[in-house]
T-cell receptor
Framework: ETGVTQTPRHLVMGMTNKKSLKCEQH?????MYWYKQSAKKPLELMFV???????ENNSVPSRFSPECPNSSHLFLHLHTLQPEDSALYLC????????????FGQGTRLTVV | QKEVEQDPGPLSVPEGAIVSLNCTYS??????FMWYRQYSRKGPELLMY????GNKEDGRFTAQVDKSSKYISLFIRDSQPSDSATYLC??????????FGTGTRLLVSP
């Protein structure tokens, strides 16, 4: 795949597990995002990184911890999640303004059991 | 009131029909408007983006923005079964703050 690549595509984890989601973009963009998509709800912005610095955290619980080591890579570290955290987690990237739109990866389907 | 309102559908049309998908919004600061298509079990795919009011055409797709009414539309001409997907509108005042609608599910029957 080109553009924005996410791994893994599917993840099942217990409430006491620790796991990480990975995102890589090949578009030369300087902003990266994590979104959560739940059934019948709009995409929820979780985190925004611009030039590797976090610029927005939309009141996300601390059991979600992002990491952006460089402008091409983004991680979402997960620990002690709840069943209601089960959702599709989408990574996206854009040029800094966001006005040209964001490009999304295929997502990680997370199930918390 | 939600910042962006979008009818969830489903919207069912026969092949070849003209489809109209719409969103309304409340924040007058929005300047950039986008439409995404999302197939089942896939990430959203950017279809079109426009700046401010006006029309933009790309093949069978036309995006229309009316800022005075806070209303945006996506028209699909000669719809195909492969157009069956969920269509998400999104908008931003700029600087990464994309706000999405809930999406409209479109079903095009052969």
């Amino acid at each position: 795949e080109t553009g924005v690549t996410q791994t893994p595509r599917h993840l099942v984890m217990g409430m006491t597990n620790k796991k990480s989601l990975k995102c890589e973009q090949h578009l030369g963009h300087n902003a990266m995002y994590w979104y959560k998509q739940s059934a019948k709800k709009p995409l929820e912005l979780m985190f925004v990184y611009s030039l590797e610095e976090r610029v927005e955290n939309n009141s996300v619980p601390s059991r979600f911890s992002p990491e952006c080591p460089n402008s091409s890579h983004l991680f979402l570290h997960l620990h002690t999640l709840q069943p209601e955290d089960s959702a599709l987690y989408l990574c996206a990237s854009s040029q800094d303004s966001g006005g040209d739109g964001a490009f999304f990866g295929q997502g990680t389907r997370l199930t918390v059991v | 009131q939600k910042e962006v309102e979008q009818d969830p559908g489903p919207l069912s049309v026969p092949e070849g029909a003209i489809v109209s998908l719409n969103c309304t919004y409340s924040n007058s600061a929005f300047q950039y408007f986008m439409w995404y298509r999302q197939y089942s079990r896939k990430g959203p795919e950017l279809l079109m983006y426009t700046y401010s009011s006006g029309n933009k055409e790309d093949g069978r797709f036309t995006a229309q923005v009316d800022k005075s009414s806070k209303y945006i539309s996506l028209f699909i001409r000669d719809s195909q079964p492969s157009d069956s997907a969920t269509y998400l509108c999104a908008m931003t005042p700029g600087f990464q703050k994309l706000v999405f609608g809930t999406g409209t599910r479109l079903l095009v029957s052969p």
